[in-house]
């Protein structure tokens, strides 16, 4: 089992100095690698020439990272899992769902949005910040993912998704335990 002080303290030292080329949207996923509460992230840089202050970074951190040619960054602490999941999400066909759970999302989320396609997660992500998420639910909804104020990285496949719930709630018990300042940990607080 991993060492849960261990880790938060990785993570603190994580997000301390995380490169600006990172989306701010990349804090929630880093939190799900390094609490080893999923297997890897997948982000991309806001500037391509901004590759090697990332690679360092992870190297700093403890994580492995590549890169491909658009600029899609895959972060894990497992060597050559970064590169089996660009691979996989460069190949052609559907692959939606098998990238998901490859990522350590819910089976249910990666089924919804295998239906919905690549193309249309997007638009999907959007229609479902518009729909409401009741009591901690409301934790999963992905309307603060692109500013960094998410507890998921993934689109839940309702409003009501308990698989996502505990994905949420793993994170936030985190935060609010380390990061007592953070946006996150007011929005944990909130009834």
Not at 99 to 112: K, N, W
Not at 116 to 142: H, N, Y
Not at 160 to 188: I, T
């Amino acid at each position: 089992m991993r060492n849960v002080v261990a880790s938060r303290r990785k993570l603190n030292a994580a997000l301390r100095c995380l490169p600006s080329s990172l989306r701010p949207s990349a804090a929630v996923d880093i939190a799900h690698v390094i609490l080893g509460i999923r297997p890897a992230l997948r982000t991309r840089c806001a500037e391509v020439g901004d590759w090697s202050a990332v690679r360092r970074w992870a190297r700093r951190t403890g994580l492995f990272a590549s890169r491909d040619r658009e600029g899609f960054v895959v972060l894990t602490e497992c060597p050559g899992l970064g590169r089996r999941l660009l691979d996989l999400d460069r190949r052609h066909g559907a692959h939606t769902k098998e990238f998901g759970l490859a990522l350590g999302y819910p089976p249910c989320c990666c089924r919804a949005a295998a239906f919905v396609g690549e193309s249309g997660i997007d638009a999907w992500s959007l229609g479902m910040s518009r729909r409401l998420f009741v009591g901690k639910f409301r934790w999963t909804t992905p309307q603060g993912y692109l500013q960094g104020d998410a507890f998921l990285s993934h689109v839940p496949c309702s409003p009501r998704c308990v698989p996502s719930l505990k994905l949420a709630n793993e994170v936030a018990e985190a935060l609010d335990a380390h990061f007592p300042s953070s946006m996150l940990r007011r929005r944990a607080k909130q009834p």
